[in-house]
């Protein structure tokens, strides 16, 4: 089993700046990827950016050139660094983490954080 507990999130005004922190713990040798979901209120979750264990890096494209995902294997964390935030990137953002190689798709992560709230405002 793994588990991953989130820290960070908050509120910023717009075209500022965020990081999110997720670790993972138990049996993170298992773990192939960590990736980042968001889901706003009313919407279907969403894929944001994920990290594979050889340090591969996947967006979403409303987030490209925005957002940077990264890991530190030491220490069985990823993050995900948020710059030039929109109002629209407000939702909870789920950290997860899969044994699977299609690291774009809910359905293969496995294991979930609590979420974290991040909030935009105009």
């Known amino acids: 089993q793994v588990q991953l507990v989130e820290s960070g999130g908050g509120l910023v005004q717009a075209g500022g700046s965020l990081r999110v922190s997720c670790g993972a713990s138990?049996?993170?040798?298992?773990?192939?990827?960590m990736g980042w979901f968001r889901q706003a209120p009313g919407k279907e979750r969403e894929f944001v950016a994920a990290?594979?264990?050889?340090?591969?890096?996947f967006y979403g494209d409303s987030v490209k050139g925005r957002f940077t995902i990264s890991r530190d294997n030491a220490k069985n964390t990823v993050f995900l660094q948020m710059n030039s935030l929109k109002p629209e990137d407000t939702a909870v953002y789920y950290c997860?983490?899969?044994?699977?190689?299609?690291?774009?798709?809910?359905?293969?992560?496995?294991?979930w954080g609590q979420g974290a709230q991040v909030t935009v405002s105009s």
């Open positions: 997860a983490a899969t044994g699977a190689v299609a690291v774009t798709y809910q359905a293969r992560y496995d294991y």
């Open positions: 138990g049996r993170t040798a298992s773990i192939y990827a």
């Open positions: 990290i594979s264990r050889i340090g591969s890096t």
